[in-house]
């Protein structure tokens, strides 16, 4: 239209409440002018009269008056949304929509959760694990998180911390079997795979050799599609693990893994946290992004670093014959 018809409505409707189109202008901090021409261009557009105005008073005419019990109600309503859309953006509280990888809600971003609903007790958290690539606007996502490569396009993305892919194992299991000194032994060792979840196929183990990322299939004693299994069984012993560093960094620090082939850890993937726009973004959302991106940004409890390296436990050098044939 060419006017503004929601404006045009409300001052109608003052009007008439107030009973004077200069009550009615004041309270919208419009001049009378430009209130008496949004009253004229209603009534243009309507193709009726709505008051009959005397240079003391306004009353409504028969039209005015029906038109005034049909429109009131709507334009209750309509100012009801427009002040909780409004509070939506003012207020950290109300529903937060999050979605990111089973593999590392639990380390990494529950512990950014428990503290944003500690501050913010109004929040009602609503959290997708999935370790695949959804659709951000059919999801209506307020947040992801992603590890791997850059999300999608169309997203605003902030690099958290490199995600390293370190293999790991027991201390139950080098003294068993022994442990692999360069990537060719672990065609003597039993290894687990992680299966893609939604491909179905199974993920080779990523090295870096000489500054180059290469990728090796592995024979599996063990594959799975969830990440919790696959700790267990490299925890208990059974097999070794190629785990992100966010789940090996506190078992190595702790003792309970060895770091395997140390030479060979990558770090070309990151964690990334990933948003639509900062445009008519609600409070709750942005504060939540940047508490997120003040905790994790470069942290050094889920990245091993050269010292965590160093003071591994060294593994014991002994031959694993005759562990292929027990796939």
């Known amino acids: 239209m060419a006017f503004n018809e929601l404006r045009a409505i409300t001052t109608f409707i003052q009007a008439a409440e107030l009973g004077s189109l200069r009550q009615a202008a004041a309270a919208q901090a419009i001049t009378p002018q430009a209130a008496s021409q949004a009253l004229m261009q209603l009534e243009s557009h309507l193709g009726v009269r709505l008051f009959h105005r005397t240079t003391r008073r306004l ?8 038109f005034l019990e049909a429109a009131q109600p709507g334009l209750t309503t309509l100012q009801r949304a427009l002040r909780n859309a409004r509070r939506g953006r003012e207020e950290i509280a109300g529903p937060l929509r999050i979605v990111a990888p089973r593999a590392t809600m639990l380390q990494v971003l529950w512990p950014v959760l428990e503290a944003f609903c500690a501050q913010h007790p109004q929040i ?39 995600v390293q892919l370190v293999v790991c194992a027991a201390p139950a299991y080098i003294a068993r079997f022994g442990a692999p000194h360069h990537i060719e032994d672990l065609a003597q060792h039993r290894c687990s795979c992680f299966r893609h979840p939604t491909s ?6 990523e090295f870096k050799v000489d500054d180059q990322i290469v990728a090796r299939d592995i024979a599996p004693a063990l594959c799975t599609n969830d990440v919790d299994l696959e700790i267990r069984a490299v925890l208990a012993g059974q097999v070794i693990g190629q785990l992100i560093g966010a789940t090996a960094a506190p078992l190595i620090r702790n003792g309970q893994l060895v770091p395997l082939l140390t030479q060979h850890i ?25 508490l997120a991106v003040e905790m994790l940004t470069d942290s050094v409890a889920f990245v091993l670093q050269p010292e965590d390296l160093k003071l ?14 027990s796939r």
Do not use: C
């Not at 591994?312 to 044939?325: H, M, S, V």
């Open 312 to 325: 591994a436990p060294r593994p014991a050098r002994k031959r694993a014959a005759g562990l292929g044939k």
């Open 266 to 290: 990558t770090d070309h993937l990151g964690l990334y946290v990933y948003y639509g726009s900062r445009v008519a973004q609600p409070l709750r959302v942005r504060a939540f992004i940047d």
């Open 124 to 162: 009602e958290p609503d959290v997708q694990l999935d370790d695949r690539v959804g659709n951000w606007v059919e999801e209506r996502v307020d947040v992801g998180f992603r590890s791997g490569l850059v999300p999608q396009d169309g997203l605003i993305a902030r690099r958290l911390m490199p």
């Open 200 to 205: 179905g196929k199974l993920m080779p183990w």
């Open 59 to 66: 009353s409504l005419t028969e039209e005015g008056s029906q």
